[in-house]
């Protein structure tokens, strides 16, 4: 069985500690990047109703390259796949590089799953034992409006410098 890292955003763009509770587990097996993120309310038996634009992502800026990949997934079960640069994003074709999504949902939660290819990322070969940057985000459009995110500053979260490091282990 494959470890997981557990993320858990810290910061929201007010420079706050996030009103809503998010939480996200990171793998791989050396082929797919595996993103599972659970959106919650405000407490931990809180309902959760999210607004179909409410969303969950994962940054991802793999080893040796200086694009940062982003894959957004909206309550509503839409994908978003793109790459950050320079203040602007770029939108790139999810099911043709092979990133698969799902959604569902309880009383206390929505919970957004991910398969990303490596090979969506621009690597050819192992994931194993190198430096990635990793950021996890969460937006609630509203009741109460936020964004947060696990790594960075409300100034850089989008970029690479912001993400956190995560090295993948067996």
């Not at 809180?46 to 990949?69: Q, R």
């Amino acid at each position: 069985m494959k470890k997981a890292l557990l993320l858990q955003p810290t910061c929201n763009t007010h420079g706050e500690k996030p009103s809503l509770r998010t939480i996200a587990l990171v793998t791989s097996d050396g082929k797919d990047v595996y993103v599972s993120m659970s959106a919650g309310g405000e407490r931990p038996a809180s309902k959760v109703v999210p607004n179909p634009k409410d969303s969950l992502a994962v940054l991802i800026a793999p080893p040796g390259t200086s694009k940062v990949y982003k894959f957004k997934v909206t309550a509503a079960g839409e994908l978003i796949f793109t790459t950050l640069s320079g203040g602007g994003e770029k939108k790139l074709d999810a099911a043709r590089a092979g990133v698969r999504a799902a959604v569902s949902g309880s009383e206390t939660a929505w919970y957004a799953e991910l398969v990303i290819p490596v090979s969506a990322l621009g690597i050819k070969g192992g994931v194993e034992g190198k430096k990635w940057r990793v950021n996890i985000i969460r937006e609630n459009v509203k009741d109460p409006a936020e964004v947060s995110f696990w790594s960075g500053t409300p100034g850089d979260y989008l970029k690479s410098q912001g993400c956190g490091d995560v090295v993948f282990s067996r």
